[in-house]
């Protein structure tokens, strides 16, 4: 075993042995004692070299470190939310801004004249709903009147109706008494006729037996006083034909008369049954009039809904009115955050679209998207401390610590994912986003610019 070694000493021993030979001058290559001086100093670099290599290994086991690495920041894109003409840019290229800061001004005369549109048609729409509402209150305190009114007024023709009934029976009546007065007034002068007739025969008779006795007087067969009284029953007959006839002319004016009652009797009753019939078409009006009142529910209903609409198209001009005012705000672009303006791509005289962007704005807080090899994340974890490096910086260490490992690789969210599935396949390492942030920056921190080269070192272990 001790025969075996000596080739590996005597190679070891001649490998370095070469190496001094060409920077040892020649005056000492025949000395063996400086020859083995330096074979020794130089096995003892050797080992303290590997040792130092240990050391670094050791040192540097627990970390993991990437070149892919970008400093990344928040982006905001200013774009307008109207189209319009642009009147000023009042901001230039990097200028840092706070929040709140006029940035565009686009030309805002239309929008302007959209919104005194609008509220000239609100004020048009107000002034008609308080109309609707006024004839809405109107109908609510003149219905009842107007229903009571007709109800009253056919109370009234049912009354009139009712003494008008009452006249016309009265009239009737009247009629067929005067009928029967006029028939009785007939039978009167008839029965007075008929005395007449009774009477002057009864005269006639008296005055042929005076006129016959009054011859027996010359005779003596009659005395005067039997003469006398057949002179006197004569007379007497005469005057009961006289009141007869007398009996007949009043009589015969109590007919006329009672022809006159019934004439003005059935007058009476054209009065009545024509009193009747207006006091009937008084009822109809009557009924009329509060049937065109009794429609004051619909008249209501409409009304209501005249009210409810004005309500809508006020409310649906308000939100014209506020459309217009936000429209006319958006004329002013002022800056969401606070940051550096880049990208400006406006100038004043631009007519900028709807979601055109004009400019960006870099927020100054930013991180570190390193992109490690996937077998870098074994152990690695949020919260892990790191030290980043930025190459326009390379004097400058930056303490950081993991803030989130990305749920996916960069791969999986590339445009074209790459389709394992299809064709051969070879392995690749694949790459996964950490986000690292900054801690404790100095206060004259560096200038540092979104995309920004990094290389981030992790403290893993």
Known sequence: MAQDNHPEEAQIQAAPAAAPSAVVPDSSAGNPSRRKTFMLILLALIVLGACAGGLWLWLTWDYVSTDDAFVDAHIIYVSPQVAAHVNKVLVLDNQYVKKGTPLVQLDPRDFQAALDQAQAALQVARAKHRASKFGLALIHRTSRAAVDQALAQISIAQSQIAQAKAALAGARSNRLEAKANVAAAVAAVAHAKAQVLADSATAVKAQQDYQRY????????????????????????????????????????????????????????????????????????????????????????????????????????????????????????????????????????????????????????????????????????????????????????????????????????????????????????????????????????????????????????
């Open 214 to 461: 009054s011859k027996l007087l010359k005779t003596g067969d009659v005395t005067p006083s039997q003469l006398e009284n057949y002179r006197a029953a004569a007379v007497s007959a005469q005057a009961f034909v006289v009141a007869d006839h007398t009996e007949v002319i009043a009589k015969q004016a109590l007919v006329d008369q009672a022809r006159a009652a019934v004439a003005a009797a059935r007058q009476s009753v054209s009065a009545a049954e024509a009193a009747l019939a207006r006091s009937r078409d008084g009822l109809v009006l009557a009924k009329a009039q509060l049937s065109s009142v009794d429609v004051v529910p619909q008249q209501v209903g409409k009304q209501s809904s005249n009210v409810s609409a004005g309500s809508a198209t006020i409310a649906e001009l308000k939100a014209q009115v506020e459309q217009a005012k936000l429209n006319l705000s958006y004329c002013d672009i002022d800056a969401p955050v606070s940051g550096y303006v880049t990208r400006k791509v406006v100038e004043p005289g631009d007519y900028v679209t709807i979601g055109q962007n004009l400019l960006a704005i870099v927020r100054p807080k930013m991180w570190v998207i390193a992109n490690f090899k996937e077998t870098d994340l074994t152990h690695m974890k949020p919260g892990d401390s790191a030290t980043i490096s930025i190459d326009a910086y390379p004097n400058v260490n930056f303490k950081g610590y993991v803030q989130s490992i990305q749920a996916g690789t960069g791969a999986k969210f590339s445009l074209l994912p790459p389709e394992n599935a299809t064709g051969n396949y070879v392995k690749v390492v694949q790459r996964v986003p950490v986000k690292i942030l900054f801690k404790d920056l100095p206060t004259k921190l560096p200038f540092l610019a979104a995309g920004m080269s990094a290389v981030p070192e992790v403290k893993v272990r």
